[in-house]
Antibody
Framework: QVQLVQSGAEVKKPGSSVKVSCKAS????????INWVRQAPGQGLEWMGG????????NYAQKFQGRVTITANESTSTAYMELSSLRSEDTAGYFC???????????WGQGTMVIVSS | DIQMTQSPSSLSASVGDRVTITCRAS??????LNWYQQKPGKAPKLLIY???SLQSGVPSRFSGSGSETDFTLTISSLQPEDFASYYC?????????FGQGTKLEIK
């Protein structure tokens, strides 16, 4: 059974960067499609981008283009999401999720809370 | 990007009620429509994929229908554990987008 385990909560200053990790187990990591979804407090789900570790190329939502970088390390079965130039509006829960054969996000990480505050 | 519009944004209902949530896409997405349930403080959970296929382990009171641009999620008889938020998502485009969500509350 595939599992995704994310890194712990972060508190960051405005203007800094944050890097959240998502470690996979129980499957063939290189063939996954790992996506990142964020959720501001009390708000809905927002897709940020995704990566196929086998190919190493990521695609991003237009809103985050230029500010988010998604990478993957096949040797450690870990995907990363780095968000730069943080502002208070980036305070949110960040989830990784795997796209299954069903073309749906069938496996989710537990979420990582990122708080941006001076 | 494909826009997904859900309605209603909130809904009050009682245990045993039948409820329907709708989702409209800004262009045809054929059947690439998924539904998720989310409870406070938890990750979303996949309920329905490909518009009408029930994810393994999900109770049969949940069902989905629709194609092209108009879709529905129906819960045939609400149970106490169903009070949560629900989101649709299109996977026709790899720039995946979600609806704004429907919060289902106890009446």
């Amino acid at each position: 059974q595939v599992q995704l385990v994310q890194s712990g909560a972060e508190v960051k200053k405005p203007g800094s960067s944050v890097k959240v990790s998502c470690k996979a187990s129980g499957g063939t990591f290189s063939s996954y499609v790992i996506n990142w979804v964020r959720q501001a407090p009390g708000q809905g789900l927002e897709w940020m981008g995704g990566i196929i570790p086998m190919f190493g190329t990521a695609n991003y939502a237009q809103k985050f283009q230029g500010r988010v970088t998604i990478t993957a390390n096949e040797s450690t079965s870990t995907a990363y999401m780095e968000l730069s130039s943080l502002r208070s509006e980036d305070t949110a829960g960040y989830f990784c999720a795997s796209l299954g054969d069903s073309y749906a996000f069938d496996i989710w990480g537990q979420g990582t809370m990122v708080i941006v505050s001076s | 990007d494909i826009q997904m519009t859900q309605s209603p944004s909130s809904l009050s209902a009682s245990v045993g009620d039948r409820v329907t949530i709708t989702c409209r896409a800004s262009q045809s997405i054929t059947s690439y429509l998924n539904w998720y349930q989310q409870k406070p403080g938890k990750a979303p959970k996949l309920l329905i994929y490909a518009a009408s296929s029930l994810q393994s382990g999900v109770p049969s009171r949940f069902s989905g229908s629709g194609s092209e641009t108009d879709f529905t999620l129906t819960i045939s008889s609400l149970q106490p554990e169903d009070f949560a938020s629900y989101y649709c998502q299109q996977s026709y485009s790899t720039r995946y987008t979600f609806g704004q969500g429907t919060k289902l509350e106890i009446k």
